[in-house]
Nanobody, 115 residues
Framework: QVRVRESGGGLVQAGGSLRLSCAASGGRFGLMGWYRQPPGKQRELVATITSGGSTDYANSLKDRFAISRDNAKNTVYLQMNSLKPEDTAVYYC???????????WGQGTQVTVSS
């Protein structure tokens, strides 16, 4: 059974940093990544990373956010710097079970950036 668990969200002041972690279990994973859903808006891509380390970012975030992973731990990280109030959202971890096309999501972690 695949399980996905995020951690590291919280309240931070504008200009601060947070690091999110997501641990997956129950298999091997190919693509892993982060999406977010701001209040009243649709879920949107933040960043993804392949098992080989290739990354993809939302254009507006790539200068401030960095995604990484530890394949041995089946864990993906999101380092968020220079946070802005508009980064406030629920952040969801996403993993794809290898070698399938089955996607799994975490329950989400709240990030709130105060001005």
């Amino acid at each position: 059974q695949v399980r996905v668990r995020e951690s590291g969200g919280g309240l931070v002041q504008a200009g601060g940093s947070l690091r999110l972690s997501c641990a997956a279990s129950g298999g091997r994973f190919g693509l892993m990544g982060w999406y977010r859903q701001p209040p009243g808006k649709q879920r949107e891509l933040v960043a993804t990373i392949t098992s080989g380390g290739s990354t993809d970012y939302a254009n507006s975030l790539k200068d401030r956010f960095a995604i990484s992973r530890d394949n041995a731990k089946n864990t993906v990280y999101l380092q968020m710097n220079s946070l802005k109030p508009e980064d406030t959202a629920v952040y969801y971890c996403y993993v794809r079970l290898f070698p399938t096309t089955n996607d799994y999501w975490g329950q989400g972690t709240q990030v709130t950036v105060s001005s």
